[in-house]
Each structure stands twice: as structure tokens, then as C-alpha cells.
């Protein structure tokens, strides 16, 4: 029997880092490191749980994780970061293997890897394709909208949604991010290649988990596949193949009485992507769990590439 892959989770107490040790839960190929509660902000524990491993998950805030990446001595040691520190920092691996077969390779090589954001993922699962076929320029003025449910906002905002007694305000979808200085808007430029950071409203609502974030584009400003149906085609060929990002088939939407739900992913580790709208108008829109395909799923999903075993083992599609 081969050896067990040694993996530490930092930040195993919050919502990504629970959901990646729940998907661990019915593996037999790794050994999870643990770290007791009164040692999990412990620096030299840390640093010794670190270096024992053969990967870390960070499942932290960003200045944490930098500082976890700091405490690396063994060069051996695969980080896979699930936070914003390191997503377009030079030496990292982009944690979306469906893009291209760069990152694809990347991922598999590399001992650095970032995780996209869950509102990231979204984005660029769709705007990506779009600049890479050339649908689009790198400089179409580009803008997105995303509902997510409240895990999304961490252990705070999950508290506050769960109270049993809360203000009125939580009762309905909040929109956030007004001064568009949203975190993860500089991932959603650099990756796709675009030339400006996109216009982006999120909202978050009253459910747990699960998101769809869309993008609006007018078919006039394109360079080509100008009908809602020639889109449709080029992204589905664009993930033809891949058991992770599937491209509904057109009009799917018709089955959920042409609405698409912020919930209907959650739970799962894949992401579905519709094409609507008309010959003036097409609407992209990515649906997933920010927990699953948004983070933690994509984190195992990278861990799966980067071991070189089933890439969906242990992940619910």
C-alpha cells in the first residue's frame, strides 16, 4: 500500500477549511495533520504542521496566509491557497484548470497554487472564453452581477443570518461592494486579459450557499458569434469534455421556468453555465456553491490534479 499523502489544513475551524475536511472525510489516500483548538493560531505549531506535510490547505485571511507561505521551510511542502493574497502573484499556479492546458499544467507542476475566488470563478468561467475565442475585445467594457448566500461572508456574517433574533434588513438580498473596490475584481481582470477591472455588483441573501453570477453583453460590440445560440456554441466547445464546468444545453433555463436559482448548487463541487437572452442582448450566467466549485470543491479539485489521481475523487458534481 502506498504511502499516505500528509495534508495540514490552516484554517481548519472556518467554512472552506470544514468543507475541505468534510470531503476528506471517506478518503483512505491522505492523512489529515491535526492541530488543537488552543494551538491553531499558534505560530511555531503551525510552522511545524507546515513543514510535516506533503501539502497545506490556507484556509485564512490574507495577511495569515501570507504569513504561513512566509514559515515554508521544507521545499517540498505544496501550498494551496484558498485566500486572496496570491492569485495574481508571479510563481502562482491559477487554481482553474478548464481555462487552458497552461493551467492545467501548471496546477499539475506546481508546489504554489491559488484558488480562485467564488465570485472570480464565476466570472471568468464565462468572460474568459469569451477574450480567448475573441467574442470579445480585451477592452469591451465588461460588467457583472452575482447573488450569493450568506456562508460566503464567513463566520460573522453566517452568525448574524443565524441569529434567532436579527434585524429587519437581513430579511432581504443586500447589494455590497458600492465603491467597486471588491476583492476579487483584480483576479477577474488579470486572468481573463481584460484591459479594465469590470463594472461588479454583488448581493448576498437569505439562504446558505450557492450563487450565480451573470454577465450582460451587447451582441453589437462583439467581434463575433453575435446570437445568443452561435455563444452558446463557442463556450460549449470551449468545456467540452470537462465533468466540472458543463454548459447547459440551450434553453435549459425552460425547465426552471426561465429563472435560475442562487441555491440550486449547493452542495456540489461543479458549476453550470446557461446562455440566454436575444439578437440584441446575451446573458451569461454561471451557477455553482460558492463553498464547492467557489472554493473548497476547486481547492481538492487542484489537490486531485496536483497528485495525479481522479480529478473529481471525493468531490460531488
Not at 489529515?32 to 510535516?52: A, T, V
Not at 475565442?133 to 448566500?149: C, M, N, R, T
Not at 456554441?233 to 421556468?257: H, I, N, Q, T
Amino acid at each position: 500500500m502506498s504511502r499516505k499523502v500528509k495534508i495540514f489544513i490552516d484554517g481548519s475551524e472556518g467554512t472552506t477549511g470544514l468543507r475541505i475536511h468534510e470531503r476528506f472525510a471517506e478518503r483512505e489516500d491522505v492523512e489529515l495533520l491535526p492541530i488543537s483548538s488552543e494551538l491553531r493560531k499558534d505560530k511555531e505549531e503551525r510552522k511545524r504542521l507546515i513543514n510535516s506535510s506533503d501539502i497545506t490547505f490556507l484556509c485564512l485571511p490574507d495577511a495569515a496566509a501570507e504569513e504561513s507561505v512566509s514559515l515554508v521551510e521544507n521545499d517540498h511542502v505544496r501550498i494551496i491557497d484558498t485566500s486572496t493574497a496570491h492569485r495574481t502573484m508571479e510563481g502562482w499556479a491559477y487554481g482553474f484548470p478548464e481555462l487552458s492546458k497552461e493551467h492545467r499544467e501548471a496546477i499539475a507542476a506546481g508546489n504554489r497554487i491559488a484558488v480562485p475566488g467564488c465570485y472570480a470563478t464565476g466570472f471568468i468561467s464565462l468572460v474568459y472564453p469569451m477574450v480567448a475565442e475573441g467574442l470579445i475585445s480585451a477592452d469591451y467594457p465588461v460588467s457583472a452581477f452575482g447573488i450569493s448566500g450568506y456562508s460566503g461572508g464567513g463566520r460573522k456574517m453566517i452568525a448574524a443570518y443565524e441569529a434567532e433574533e436579527r434585524e429587519d434588513a437581513l430579511l432581504a438580498p443586500r447589494e455590497y461592494a458600492l465603491s467597486q473596490a471588491h476583492k476579487h475584481l483584480k483576479e477577474m481582470k488579470k486572468i481573463p486579459g481584460l484591459k479594465r477591472e469590470p463594472l461588479f455588483s454583488p448581493i448576498v441573501a437569505d439562504y446558505y450557499s450557492g450563487m450565480v453570477v451573470s454577465v450582460p453583453v451587447y451582441t453589437e460590440l462583439m467581434n463575433k458569434g453575435r446570437t445568443p445560440q452561435e455563444v452558446w456554441k463557442y463556450l460549449a466547445d470551449f468545456y467540452a469534455g470537462s465533468c466540472f464546468v458543463r454548459v447547459m444545453p440551450f434553453g435549459a433555463e425552460e425547465a426552471s421556468a426561465n429563472m435560475l436559482a442562487g441555491n440550486a448548487m449547493s452542495g456540489r463541487d461543479s458549476l453550470r453555465i446557461y446562455v440566454t437572452g436575444n439578437e440584441d442582448r446575451v446573458l451569461l450566467s454561471s451557477q455553482f456553491d460558492n463553498l464547492g466549485k467557489g472554493a473548497s470543491g476547486a481547492a481538492i479539485q487542484c489537490l486531485n490534479i496536483a497528485l495525479g489521481c481522479e480529478e473529481s475523487k471525493g468531490l460531488h458534481l
